[in-house]
Structures are given as structure tokens and as C-alpha cells.
């Protein structure tokens, strides 16, 4: 069963709301530059919810305040983080979501030197902000894929788009990610269709 991970929340009540579809994970964006940027919000989230914290080529104070502070325990770099700095990280016994923007000329042999210390990787389309840019790439790319981590699958991802998921069979896809295409406005997701999405993505 692919699993869904709901990025760019939050609002309260709308996390709550959420809660209720139970995705498998809840990403919370700590990036200056997006609409969807946590600043002091309360973010409560039960298990088995995996909540993420999402972070772009920030100083590891700025990570680790925020780690300790919503007490994540899985950490989305969606920056130029180096495998260094992803090893440094996992040694606080959290877990790595490492994101990277795929395009024609992707070399895949770069994930190599991430692989020790990724949970999961992350493809999301190629565009002028880091995430969140709501178009898709080329899927055929993600054949050339053949490394050992499993992945979501990210950028521009719609309603619409189940049928054309369920025809990928890479043995590595873990699960999908979407984001703006499920919105009402920036932060606040459209409840149902998110459940009817993860309804005919699970079954």
C-alpha cells in the first residue's frame, strides 16, 4: 500500500480535521520564503501520524531548535544539505526524509553518498522555489532509479493524477506527497479531497 504524506499544514483546526483521514505522515514547512511557514503554532499530531519537519539549507541551531521544540522525528531536507550534514542529523536518532528535484539530466549516482542515512528520498519536480511549485516532471525519469532507499513521490501531484500513479511499478516507491493542489488557500487543505485521494490511492 502506497503510503500519503499531507506537506504545508498548519492550521489548528485543519490539522485536526486532517487527523481524521489519518495519512501516514503530516509535513510542517520551517522556510521563510513559503507561504506555508511555520513561525510559533502549536502543532499537535497522535500516532501513529508521523509528523515532518520540512527544512531548506538551514543552520543546524536553527534544525535542532525546532527538532526539540515539536520533538519530530522525521527531518525532510529539501535544500543542497550535504550527506554530512545528514549523517550529523540522524546521529540525534532522527529519521531523514532527503528531497531532490529530478529533471532530464538528473544524475542518480549522487544518492549513493546519502543512502547510510536516509530513511527515505523525496523527487519532486525541478523549479524556481525549492518546493512547492506545483508542476510534475517526466515519471519515465524515476526508471533510471536503482538505488536501495525508498521514495516519495512529489511535485504537482493532483486529484486526478491515481490512475497514472498506479501504473508506476518501480519497486521503490514508498509513497506520494502532495501539497498545493489539495488547498483552498496556503496551509488550509480541502479535507475531503484528501480522503477521497487516499481512498482510491490505498484501494
Not at 82 to 104: G, Q, T
Request: aromatic letters at 12%; a negative charge.
Amino acid at each position: 500500500m502506497l503510503q500519503l504524506k499531507v506537506c504545508g499544514m498548519r492550521d489548528a483546526q485543519n490539522i485536526t480535521d486532517l487527523v481524521a483521514v489519518a495519512p501516514q505522515f503530516m509535513g510542517f514547512i520551517f522556510h521563510k520564503k513559503s507561504p506555508r511557514n511555520i513561525t510559533n503554532e502549536v502543532i499537535t499530531v497522535p500516532e501513529p501520524i508521523q509528523k515532518v519537519g520540512v527544512f531548506v539549507n538551514e543552520p543546524e541551531g536553527f534544525l535542532l531548535d525546532n527538532i526539540e521544540r515539536y520533538n519530530f522525528k522525521y527531518i525532510q531536507l529539501h535544500g543542497d544539505e550535504s550527506p554530512l550534514y545528514c549523517k550529523r542529523i540522524r546521529s540525534l536518532n532522527r529519521k531523514i526524509i532527503k528531497a531532490f528535484n529530478l529533471h532530464e539530466e538528473f544524475d542518480f549516482s549522487i544518492l549513493e553518498a546519502y543512502e547510510p542515512y536516509c530513511e527515505y528520498f523525496l523527487f519532486d519536480s525541478l523549479g524556481p522555489k525549492a518546493g512547492g511549485n506545483g508542476i510534475s516532471f517526466n515519471w519515465n525519469i524515476l526508471d533510471q532509479y536503482e538505488g536501495s532507499i525508498p521514495f516519495f513521490l512529489s511535485g504537482g501531484i493532483s486529484p486526478t493524477m491515481v490512475d497514472s500513479i498506479k501504473k508506476i511499478k518501480h519497486p521503490k516507491l514508498a509513497g506520494i506527497d502532495i501539497n498545493s493542489a489539495f488547498e483552498c488557500s496556503a496551509a488550509i487543505k480541502d479535507i475531503n479531497k484528501i480522503k477521497d485521494f487516499k481512498d482510491e490511492l490505498q484501494h
